[in-house]
């Protein structure tokens, strides 16, 4: 009897180990997205989003993979300074969901300004990596 419970307690901590490592990947990832949308940087947007990533607005508009990179990148959209605060990640198999608040000052177009928003993003662990699949923004009360 000592022996199944021994056993099961290493099943259960090993779990709760592999879940944890999951969620550090996945707030590393959310790092570096945050860190390329700073930088515009291309490449590392590009590595981080998936094929049919589907990014939405709090306006409602919403862009593809393509769209998304390319306002970033021509300064479009432009985040001056860039902050996630009161993150959560929950995880599902190959599945993330990680909310949390966006705040940013920007200068799209050259204009300045300042967004505070609610973020909902989608991960899912694609050939080892985990990837952006979807995005959605609501403005932030």
Known sequence: MK????????VGCTCSIRGQQKKTAVAAAVEQLRRAMVDADSVMLDKLTAAKLS?????????????FISKIVSGKSDFVTLEFADQTISIDRDVAIVRHKLNATTSDSGKPG????AVLLV????????????RQAVKNQ
């Open 3 to 10: 022996s199944i419970l021994l056993v099961l307690a290493l």
């Open 123 to 134: 991960w899912q662990k694609q050939q080892g990596a985990w990837k952006l699949l979807a």
């Open 114 to 117: 300042e967004v505070h928003l």
């Open 55 to 67: 990014y939405g607005h709090s306006s409602g508009h919403i862009d593809d993979k393509t769209l």
